[in-house]
């Protein structure tokens, strides 16, 4: 018999085609998907209230008997259905907007069950009421008892999700089966999974549905830290991968061109990537570091690996601004080691296109960067041995994939400037191997961050004035707008137009994404060597943005951003010896907003700042969108299950360890977990 909860959703009493599809569009395919949907809140409805107890303002459960109702017609599409509720102390009104059929379901004389929020407007009622009959022999569902709230929206009511969770818990079988072995729930003392999912819905006693969330939480994450273990083993197991010669005379001329000594961070994470590279698995790692750690020296430093030892890389930028930082920075950078790299976008001349499409496809090109158009089917290397792909929470594993299959399973280096939770990265990267550059370049000064209230915006504006007028550089980022590259850039365009009438003496540049790439490498050109000496953008200069000379950066509407935005922000400038200032214009409306804030004026670590800023805005706000091709989390939370989460890695590293296939007859059911979690995701991540 199938798996009871892989049966569809249309098993269950009153699902047809239209509530099936609001259903699937919640992301709910099957009677498990909707039970491991965790309520998000509960309310206790178990006490019950006499009617002249009752006042104004409050959320109550009364009892009574039905002596009338009544549909008014108030106008056109406008019906209100008055029901008279009444017990032994009084009587009062139930009021249900647009449901007339209701007045033939509350007949005179039958006993209901009703809660709802006490209103005096335009008489003594109950609106937005919920109820059940009284008389009914079965077990409550909405009133009597402590119930489940459920996420709702597109047609489904907390009434129907709530109801729908009650009749796919009658038909739960007790032994359904069990993901986690016998053994790991033992010693953890985790309850069973049946008794978890009708707990987790509708728990009996205090501290029940917080024990159900645990067990299914742990569930999440170890299944999740399972398929990653197991993506990773599977990986470490295979030697069919690149394998890079040692450092030769290029690598070296390259090291000694540099103009620094480099870190012992930088030094250590180059040290791991060479040692991947030369090894014959192919390597995937993720090299994470703070703003201004050096970052993208290690990187150029494995191009040049790659290159000496006759083979190609590509190094893949979200946005075109930040490849063209890229392509700039590593052609001097890469000068005393070869050729150099090639440059590849969508606003690449079709002449130029066609002369690097030619030079990757017959191996003349040893190095390219470029943005999404290096996905192109139509870019073919010779022999693509290394992949680096920057910001990698800007793409999706899919695009991710597509480029490592234009070689025969090159190595892949990740690299991101934005400092990520232990947690989360375990959860987002846990099948990569981790090089972290925990070290800042000596000399840099921190940047002096500034909190400026609305009202003295104008004071901020003037002050920036001076410090331009003294010879200094400038950014001004305008607010950022519903995520809306269109809008935000019409900000821009708005406040730019705003400067040059106030600063007629001050060249003010102009930069957002929707200019033409002619348009933005002049304007950063003009940025960069100081014909323009206040650059108005929006979030595109977010990252990889090198002016040594900007030492002021004025963010507008600074409490719409998250912290590891305006941490990227703020690492815009005090790249020089000069001291450097950054100021957050806006009067945050909440706690958290005030309190994110607060954490970046005190706060210089982007790590701790990233741990905040996971902690007030949750992981789905952390990086703005979800690419990774992982399983959703519904029972567990990143934030409060950090332990839970170590705990599930441990556990899941043991069990694959012991059996890397998970061949043996008690770990089958993880096996099918597994693969129902991950979907075929799960391919795309062992490539």
Not at 394 to 419: E, I, S, Y
Not at 460 to 477: H, T
Request: hydrophobic residues 45%; proline residues 6%; aromatic residues 6%.
């Amino acid at each position: 018999m199938t798996d009871y909860l892989e049966r569809p959703l249309t098993d269950l009493k009153g699902v047809g085609r239209a509530r099936l599809a609001a259903l699937q569009k919640a992301g709910l395919g099957t009677i498990g998907d909707l039970l491991r949907r965790l309520p998000y809140r509960f309310e206790d409805r178990t006490s019950f209230r006499s009617i002249a107890s009752l006042s104004a303002g409050e959320w109550v459960t009364v009892r009574g008997v039905v002596t009338g109702a009544r549909n008014d017609y108030i106008r056109r599409g406008l019906t209100l259905t008055r029901v008279t509720l009444a017990d032994d102390g009084g009587s009062i009104q139930v009021r249900l907007w647009n449901q007339p059929y209701l007045a033939k379901t509350f007949v005179p004389g039958a006993r209901f069950l009703v809660y709802g929020l006490v209103s005096a407007d335009r008489g003594f009622h109950l609106s937005r009421p919920e109820w059940e009959p009284a008389d009914d022999e079965s077990d409550p569902i909405h009133l009597g008892r402590v119930v489940p709230v459920h996420r709702a929206g597109g047609g489904l009511t907390p009434r129907v999700m709530r109801r729908l969770v009650f009749e796919a818990l009658e038909g739960l079988p007790t032994g359904v089966p069990e993901p986690l072995p016998s053994a790991v729930r033992e010693r953890l003392g985790l309850p069973g999974l049946a008794w978890a999912l009708r707990r987790g819905h509708f728990p009996g006693e205090a501290g029940e549905a917080e024990e159900a969330r645990r067990r299914l939480a742990f569930d999440e994450l170890f299944v999740i830290q399972a398929g990653l273990v197991e993506v990773r083993a599977g990986r470490m197991a295979r030697q069919d991968g690149v394998r890079h010669g040692s450092a030769g005379p290029r690598l070296r001329a390259f090291l000694e061109a540099l103009p620094y000594r480099l870190t012992a961070a930088q030094e250590r994470a180059m040290g791991e990537i060479f040692a991947d590279m030369e090894a014959p698995r192919q390597m995937s790692r993720l090299l994470q570091g703070d703003v201004g750690s050096g970052k993208t020296v290690v990187a150029a430093a494995a191009l040049v690996k790659a290159a000496e030892g006759g083979l190609q890389a590509a190094l893949l930028a979200p946005t075109e601004v930040l490849a063209e930082q890229h392509w700039r920075r590593l052609r001097g950078l890469l000068a005393p080691a070869g050729p150099p790299p090639a440059f590849l976008a969508g606003g690449t001349p079709r002449q130029e296109r066609e002369r690097v499409l030619a030079g990757l496809a017959d191996g003349r090109t040893p190095v390219v960067v470029g943005t999404h158009a290096l996905l192109e089917e139509d870019v073919r290397f010779a022999h693509l041995g290394l992949v680096i792909i920057d910001e990698q929470h800007r793409f999706g594993v899919a695009q991710r994939a597509r480029l490592q299959a234009k070689g025969a399973r090159p190595d892949m280096l990740v690299m991101t400037a934005t400092p990520i939770p232990r947690t989360l990265a375990l959860t987002l990267y846990g099948d990569l191997d981790l090089t972290l550059i925990d070290e800042m370049p000596p000399g840099r000064r921190p940047v002096v961050t500034r909190v400026v209230p609305q009202g003295q915006r104008q004071r901020a504006y003037d002050w920036v004035r001076g410090r331009i007028a003294g010879g200094q550089r400038a950014f001004i980022v305008c607010p950022l707008i519903e995520e809306s590259e269109e809008r935000q850039a019409k900000a821009a365009a708005k406040l730019y137009e705003d400067l040059r009438a106030d600063w007629p003496d001050v060249p003010v540049g102009l930069l957002h994404g929707r200019l033409s790439a002619a348009a933005r490498d002049e304007a950063m050109e003009a940025f960069r060597v100081g014909r323009v000496r206040a650059l108005v953008a929006t979030t595109v200069i977010e990252v990889g943005i090198d002016v040594p000379e900007a030492t002021v950066m004025l963010v507008e509407g600074a409490d719409g951003f998250g912290l590891a935005q305006l941490h990227q922000l703020r690492g815009r400038v005090g790249r020089g010896a000069e001291q450097s200032y950054c100021l957050l214009i806006g009067d945050p409306k909440t706690k958290d907003g005030q309190a994110r804030l607060e954490a970046i004026v005190t706060a210089r670590d982007g790590f701790a700042l990233a741990e905040e800023d996971l902690r007030l805005r949750g992981p789905g706000e952390f990086f703005g969108t979800r690419q990774h091709g992982l399983p959703d989390l519904h029972a567990a939370d990143l934030v409060r299950d950090r332990e839970l989460l170590d705990l599930a890695r441990r556990e899941a590293e043991a069990i694959l360890a012991d059996d890397p296939a998970l061949a043996r007859p008690e770990h089958a059911p993880l096996k099918v977990e597994i693969a129902r979690a991950f979907g075929g995701r799960l391919g795309v991540l062992v490539g």
